[in-house]
């Protein structure tokens, strides 16, 4: 299958170089290149290592011989943006269950930056955790969990209201604090029995 936004010859001379690679142990030449991908001439072969390197494919070291590299691109993982949250006054979702469905909207993260978390999204509205650096429109990516810390930042579902808000949690003997990172507003008082934690936040990517 073809990759999207690579031109077909230089996919195939990246294949080439890949396998050319791995069952000798190092690097082919420009005349290997040509002879095992069929090109015209070493000038067509040369421009092409050239656009590869620009694009950060390959590195070639013009003082060594055999000397082109293969940049492999760093794995990633797709996370699912399931909908919209709160950071101020809850806002209504149709129940709990939303949020394992599947999303409509997802977005392509580095692996090194989720590692083996389950993690998915959230469009935040409001700006309730502005203090926490969290802006109406950002994205908060949230690691599933049911429990977490006081202080931490956690996506709760309050029972209810059928709704759902970001804030900070405090658990206490005989209640539960939803506490905002915002000085202009008060925090939310709740028995504990009407607060489910749906996860909590480990990253934000910001709105530009």
């Known amino acids: 299958m073809r990759k999207i936004g690579l031109n077909t010859t230089r996919e195939n001379i990246l294949q080439f170089i890949h396998g050319f690679i791995d069952e000798r142990g190092y690097s082919p030449t420009v005349r290997d290149i040509l002879k095992g991908c ?4 070493t000038a067509v072969v040369q421009y092409h290592l050239d656009v590869l390197e620009k694009e950060g494919r390959i590195h070639r070291d013009p003082e060594i011989f ?44 580095p692996q090194d930056m989720i590692g083996i978390k389950q993690v998915f999204a959230l469009r935040v509205k409001g700006q309730s955790m502005i203090d926490a650096l969290i802006d109406d429109g950002d994205i908060v990516l949230m690691e599933t969990a049911d429990s977490a810390e006081n202080g ?20 206490e003997s005989d209640r539960v604090l939803l506490k905002p990172a915002n000085q202009r507003l008060k925090p939310m008082q709740q ?15 910001r709105k530009l």
Not at 95 to 100: F, I
Not at 191 to 205: H, M, R, T
């Open 152 to 171: 931490e930042m956690v996506a709760v579902w309050l029972k209810d209201r059928e709704e759902v808000t970001l804030k900070k949690i405090y658990v």
């Open 191 to 205: 028995n504990p029995d009407n607060v489910e934690i749906q996860g909590k936040v480990i990253g934000v990517i």
């Open 38 to 41: 069929e090109i015209s001439s």
């Open 66 to 109: 055999r000397s082109i590299r293969l940049y492999q691109k760093k794995s990633t993982v797709i996370v699912p943006i399931l909908g919209t949250i709160a950071a101020g006054t809850p806002i209504p979702v149709p129940n709990s269950d939303n949020w394992t469905t599947p999303a409509n909207e997802t977005i392509e993260l």
